[in-house]
Structure formats: C-alpha cells, structure tokens
C-alpha cells in the first residue's frame, strides 16, 4: 500500500477527469490519499472529496499566499471545518517569501493562528516553506508540542535532523526524482525512513519521468522508487514504512 499525503486533485486541471485519476490511483496501489486545502473555498473542496470517498482525507488550512486575502482574521472556518472527523490535518499552512516579502508579518501571524488551531483540535500540521526555513524552524520551535510535516521538505541535512528533532516528519515528492535535486537526495539518502512521508503535491511538481505534465497521485510510486533506490532497499519495505508512518502521524485509523 502507498499513501499520498499531499494532493489536491480537487483542482480544475481534473474536472473532466478526476474519476479516472482517482481510479489509477487505487489500480496503482495508492489505497489512502489526502486532500490539502489552501483556503476557504479548496478547504470546502478537499472535505467534499474526504466525505465522497472512504479512502480519501483531508487537511484545512489557510496557505501563506492566501493570506491577505483572508477576511476573518479569527480564522473561524478552519476551526469549525476540521471538527470533520475526515480532517486529519491543518494545512497547507507556513511562510513562503520566494514572490512576495511585504507581508512577511501577516504570514507569520496567520501561520501561529494555525498552530493554534491544531492545538486546540490536537490535530497535526502541514507546513509550507519556501525561502523561509529559519523563520518556519522558529515558529515550530516555539510551538513545539504541536507536530506535523515539513512539505515538499526545501532544507539541508542539517535543518531535516533539526526539525525531526522537533517531532516533525519530511515529505518527499517528486522532486526528489530531479536529476539536479541534490540537497533532497542527501536528506534522503542520511535520514531514517521513520522520519518521510510520500506524497505528490498533484498537480504540481510531476516526477521523472512526467515531469512538466499534469501530477497524478498514481506517479507517487516514482517518488517511492526513487527512494527505495537511495536507500538500497526493497520498494515494499519503503512502502511499509511510509504509509506506517502517514497512519501514526494523521490517525488514519480514525479520530477520537
């Protein structure tokens, strides 16, 4: 069995043909997937598909992109869509400074709401961080009894030993299939397998060797190759270990 823990094949690249994605997916031994929301309106879209499909979840969450667009500053919606006992996770939520770095403080003071939020539903986080990995490592730091993922995991091996010191786990997507991604290959290649989580990002970010067409969560099984391979390990052993890990850290047995 593979788990993706991050897609969002709500998106309308798939309106004509998300049931046949889902299909392969499930034909291609991708058994759970996991919606990711990134503002009101996907966060609405990830838990129609969570309540649509037993073998779907997903996570809530304000994305930093999202952020100034956000008019209920108390983030009230999050807090009630994510009482869904589908709701594993809040997320896609952190900082991201590659477009934009005016608003570096509302995307700090969203990204702690959040925290905050999880911690009152005792749920995980799914944390986005793009050219702001030092701010992120602060702000989980600081909240360190709440734990997540680091997605699409962008640091060094010495951040990833730093985070999975905080609880954290790092996700693992295609990317990682890159001929050049080499900072991501070491990560891979030095840290436990009880410390990664597979997941594709659908539509974005497609592996080798579809890279530049649509994601799908049926190419997750690239990533895993590619794992099993830095690893010089069976796929099935790497398969096991991610989706045990996937299980332990979303309760993917179900919610109290």
């Given at each position: 069995?593979?788990?993706?823990?991050?897609?969002?094949?709500?998106?309308?690249?798939?309106?004509?043909?998300?049931?046949?994605?889902?299909?392969?997916?499930?034909?291609?031994?991708?058994?759970?997937?996991?919606?990711?929301?990134?503002?009101?309106s996907t966060s609405?879209?990830?838990?129609?598909?969570?309540?649509?499909?037993?073998?779907?979840?997903?996570?809530?969450?304000?994305?930093?992109?999202?952020?100034?667009?956000?008019?209920?500053?108390?983030?009230?919606?999050?807090?009630?869509?994510?009482?869904?006992?589908?709701?594993?996770?809040?997320?896609?939520?952190?900082?991201?400074?590659?477009?934009d770095k005016s608003?570096?403080?509302?995307?700090?003071?969203?990204?702690?709401?959040?925290?905050?939020?999880?911690?009152?539903?005792?749920?995980?986080?799914?944390?986005?961080?793009?050219?702001?990995?030092?701010?992120?490592?602060?702000?989980?730091?600081?909240?360190?009894?709440?734990?997540?993922?680091?997605?699409?995991?962008?640091?060094?091996?010495?951040?990833?030993?730093?985070?999975?010191?905080?609880?954290?786990?790092?996700?693992?997507?295609?990317?990682?299939?890159?001929?050049?991604?080499?900072?991501?290959?070491?990560?891979?290649?030095?840290?436990?397998?009880?410390?990664?989580?597979?997941?594709?990002?659908?539509?974005?970010?497609?592996?080798?060797?579809?890279?530049?067409?649509?994601?799908?969560?049926?190419?997750?099984?690239?990533?895993?190759?590619?794992?099993?391979?830095?690893?010089?390990?069976?796929?099935?052993?790497?398969?096991?270990?991610?989706?045990?890990?996937?299980?332990?850290?979303?309760k993917l047995g179900?919610?109290?």
């Amino acid at each position: 069995m593979i788990i993706d823990t991050h897609m969002h094949i709500y998106d309308s690249s798939y309106d004509d043909i998300r049931e046949e994605v889902i299909q392969n997916a499930l034909d291609n031994d991708v058994k759970i997937m996991i919606a990711i929301g990134c503002d009101y309106s996907t966060s609405l879209k990830a838990l129609e598909l969570a309540n649509k499909y037993p073998f779907i979840y997903c996570a809530i969450g304000l994305h930093p992109y999202e952020v100034l667009k956000e008019k209920d500053k108390d983030l009230k919606w999050i807090y009630e869509l994510a009482k869904n006992k589908k709701v594993v996770a809040i997320g896609e939520i952190g900082l991201d400074y590659y477009w934009d770095k005016s608003y570096i403080n509302e995307q700090k003071e969203m990204f702690v709401k959040q925290i905050d939020i999880a911690r009152k539903l005792n749920l995980p986080i799914i944390v986005h961080s793009r050219d702001a990995i030092s701010d992120t490592y602060n702000i989980i730091e600081s909240n360190s009894d709440v734990k997540g993922v680091i997605h699409c995991f962008p640091g060094s091996l010495e951040m990833a030993n730093r985070f999975i010191k905080l609880g954290y786990y790092l996700g693992i997507g295609g990317v990682l299939t890159f001929k050049n991604s080499k900072d991501i290959k070491n990560v891979v290649k030095n840290i436990d397998l009880k410390y990664l989580l597979s997941e594709t990002d659908s539509p974005y970010l497609t592996p080798h060797p579809y890279r530049g067409k649509l994601n799908k969560p049926e190419y997750i099984k690239y990533v895993c190759y590619e794992i099993a391979t830095i690893k010089e390990k069976g796929l099935d052993y790497v398969t096991d270990i991610l989706s045990n890990n996937a299980i332990e850290l979303f309760k993917l047995g179900g919610r109290e």
